[in-house]
């Protein structure tokens, strides 16, 4: 008869860090990153403490690659979206409208994993100053598609609508606005450097 002890189990480390992860975004969302502690995941996971200092030596350390790995989600979103966008001016724009507001297509995990990003990133210093990393690595990267003043205002708009919506404000027609700034990105208001 096999027993069920703990050591005895085959190990997963792959799955516990995701999961590790993954129940860390979610009490960030639903709880707030104060809330986010190696007990509280631990618990959420099934774990030890320990299993999640394993893991991760830090809660920064754990929060950190939250963020990374909402990073990696998010930027993934955007790229796929470029890949299939026959039209280069504005490409950026697009993917990052699409990947930014949510018209119900994209899943739960999807609009999770985003809104674990802003959370975090609007919570921390650091991760801010990764995020404006990221931002500003992808302007120079795209900047002879996407840097015109209208598209800089279409990227902050779509930001706006993100925070809108995320904090509960309604939005009467979203895919509306979500078409109109599509449409603008479409379009040379500016003069193209």
Not at 148 to 157: A, D, I, M, Q, S
Request: charged share 25%; glycine share 6%.
């Amino acid at each position: 008869m096999e027993t069920k002890n703990a050591y005895k189990r085959k190990k997963q480390p792959e799955l516990v860090r995701r999961a590790l992860l993954d129940q860390a975004a979610r009490i960030t969302l639903e709880q707030g990153l104060a809330k986010v502690t190696f007990q509280a995941v631990a618990d959420a996971v099934g774990v030890t403490k320990g299993g999640v200092m394993h893991h991760f030596a830090t809660k920064d350390a754990l929060i950190l690659e939250v963020f990374h790995d909402a990073m990696a989600k998010f930027e993934a979103e955007v790229n796929a979206a470029m890949a299939k966008d026959p039209v280069r001016y504005g490409s950026f724009t697009r993917a990052y409208i699409d990947a930014t507001i949510s018209l119900g297509e994209k899943g739960q995990a999807e609009f999770n994993s985003q809104a674990t990003l802003y959370v975090l990133m609007l919570g921390d210093r650091k991760l801010r100053e990764l995020w404006a990393e990221w931002s500003n690595e992808q302007l120079k990267k795209h900047a002879d598609t996407d840097n015109t003043e209208t598209l800089c205002l279409v990227r902050l708009v779509a930001d706006g609508i993100w925070l809108s919506d995320f904090s509960g404000i309604d939005i009467s027609d979203k895919a509306s606005l979500r078409e109109r700034l599509i449409n603008m990105t479409q379009q040379h208001f500016d003069k193209q450097p």
